[in-house]
């Protein structure tokens, strides 16, 4: 199972970024799909989460500005972040529930000014 996360960088408070992460080597539809993050001296925390059927789940701190969407013909599981401020910058995992918890190699997502 391999599970490549992309789209991060560095953006300015307020504004957005769309992560991105491919997954293979699973049946991905019917895949639970996640994406976690992880600031520097804190635990990695649940973001944001999406059953096999479409059900979205969200941590408090993000709701009202992420988005979590899949696409099961590109295997795709997305993350739209608006209004971002510096609390979300970490490091950003993809995490794929198929029988087991499978975790992407992460994206580090920067927000300053």
């Known amino acids: 199972v391999q599970l490549q996360a992309s789209g991060g960088g560095l953006v300015q408070p307020g504004g957005s970024l769309r992560l991105s992460c491919k997954a293979s080597g699973l049946v991905f539809s019917r895949s639970a799909m996640a994406w976690y993050r992880q600031a520097p001296g804190n635990q990695r925390e649940l973001v944001a989460n999406?059953?096999?059927?479409?059900?979205?789940n969200y941590a408090d701190s993000v709701k009202g500005r992420f988005t979590i969407s899949r696409d099961n013909v590109r295997r795709l599981v997305y993350q739209q972040m608006n209004s971002l401020s510096p609390e979300d910058t970490a490091v950003y995992y993809c995490?794929?529930?198929?029988?087991?918890?499978?975790w992407g190699q992460g994206t580090l997502v920067t927000v300053s000014s």
């Open positions: 999406i059953t096999n059927s479409g059900t979205t």
């Open positions: 995490n794929a529930n198929w029988g087991r918890t499978f």
